[in-house]
């Protein structure tokens, strides 16, 4: 889609003539992408619990017997049934993270099942499927596993949320780069640092636990290095040349990023909006914007609008007005007869309207069937047809 000779944005430019047309990746997808990035860079402990969780889940999903024997184990410690998910999907860091706190929240239940399947006296003792319990039950139920399962919880936590903050309609290329920006920073805070869930691992651990935490303090810093390097690499340092610099550029016109001093304001987005005119200057020229003479004429429209009579018009009036003045066609041009019904169908307006009268027609009728010569001039004046207010606005 991307690619720089037949990608599809490069062809629609080819196609219609606007080499200036510039393509938005995804950015969930990307988050999705710098994520596969990290994992393709090989972690020992955590391609041991990604394999470990995959297996689980196909574990319970191929044999009904062993999904009864688990929801049995839940039954018989009054918990509720939350059965093991699978790993990957279309959306690998959500799928995950889903994957990691089903098994975290079913641990107890999990590792009671595992334990009956070796039992010498049980039906299952010797098998292929006693042997697979047991492989589980030894990684769970080591220190390393605890600690990794509550670590990528509190890491995940993290993307999950840029995630969703990227599904919304209305964010802004800034507002993207912020949040990853923001994500960077606690992540960082990860590798030396406990999470929410991480400390809530150490202080409350099982009993059950075997084994140190040589391969956790490993992995941990080293899923944090690859993460970020990953991140940083399809989000802030413009893979694809002048297309990224450009969105990123464009972020100076977001208003929550203006400085809130004059002296920070003195020279911010001079660089950036030079750079925005210089790559569309070709599709400016075509359009026949003339940035200073607009510049010029909405000056003017200004003075002329907020004079000394008028000097306490608040903001959004003086900008609904400027809009009316600069964009609003001229008024040889301009047809009312949209607006004009509008104004007689809206709500009742006082001195116009009598109890009862809810439409510009019974309104003309009341005012003519009057044989009171006292009537109303200007009700009468402005329940005339429409058509005659037509021909009053197009002079």
């Known amino acids: 889609m991307t690619g720089h000779k037949t990608g599809a944005v490069q062809r629609i430019r080819e196609r219609v003539a606007r080499p200036w047309l510039v393509g938005v990746h995804c950015s969930g997808h990307k988050l999705e992408l710098a994520y596969k990035d990290m994992v393709k860079q090989k972690i020992p402990l955590y391609d041991k ?12 999903r191929n044999s009904n017997l062993n999904r ?5 184990s839940f039954a018989t410690l009054n918990q509720k049934v939350i059965l093991p998910t699978r790993v990957g999907g279309t959306r690998w860091i959500g799928h995950l993270k889903l994957a990691i706190d089903n098994i975290l929240s079913g641990y107890e239940a999990l590792l009671q099942h595992f334990d009956q399947l070796q039992n010498p006296d049980g039906p299952s003792f010797g098998t292929e499927k006693a042997c697979k319990a047991k492989n589980f039950h030894k990684i ?11 670590f990528l919880q509190d890491a995940l936590s993290i993307l999950t949320s840029v995630s969703t903050k990227f599904q919304d309609q209305q ?4 507002e993207i780069i912020e949040e990853i920006e923001m994500a960077i920073v606690n992540l960082k805070k990860l590798q030396t640092s406990d999470g929410p869930n991480l400390r809530k691992a150490r202080q409350m651990p099982p009993n059950s636990l075997t084994g140190n935490t040589t391969s956790f303090d490993s992995a941990r810093v080293q899923f944090i290095e690859q ?18 610099k450009i969105l990123r550029h464009s972020s100076v016109i977001n208003l929550k990023t203006f400085p809130k001093t004059k002296e920070e304001a003195k020279d911010y987005g001079d660089k950036e909006i030079a750079s925005l005119v210089d790559f569309f200057k070709p599709g400016l020229d075509a359009a026949g914007v003339k940035s200073d003479e607009y510049a010029e004429r909405g000056f003017s429209r200004l003075k002329t609008t907020k004079t000394d009579w008028r000097s306490n018009l608040s903001d959004s009036h003086l900008s609904d007005l400027l809009v009316i003045l600069i964009e609003s066609p001229e008024v ?29 027609q019974d309104l003309k009728r009341k005012i003519y069937d009057d044989d009171d010569d006292d009537y109303d001039d200007t009700a009468a004046s402005l329940a005339e047809d429409h058509d005659a207010y037509s021909n009053l606005f197009k002079v």
């Open 68 to 72: 009864a024997l688990l929801k049995e």
């Open 49 to 60: 619990l990604e394999s470990l969780l995959l297996n689980i889940y196909y574990f319970y």
């Open 332 to 360: 040889t041009e301009y047809n009312p007869d949209a607006a004009v019904d509008h104004w007689f169908q809206a709500a009742k307006r006082r001195g116009f309207h009598s109890s009862g009268c809810e439409k510009h």
């Open 140 to 150: 769970l139920s080591t220190k390393d596993a605890w600690l990794m399962l509550h």
């Open 171 to 174: 964010a802004t290329i800034a």
């Open 227 to 244: 993460l970020l390097v990953a991140l940083r690499k399809r989000f802030t340092e413009f893979p694809g040349g002048d297309t990224d």
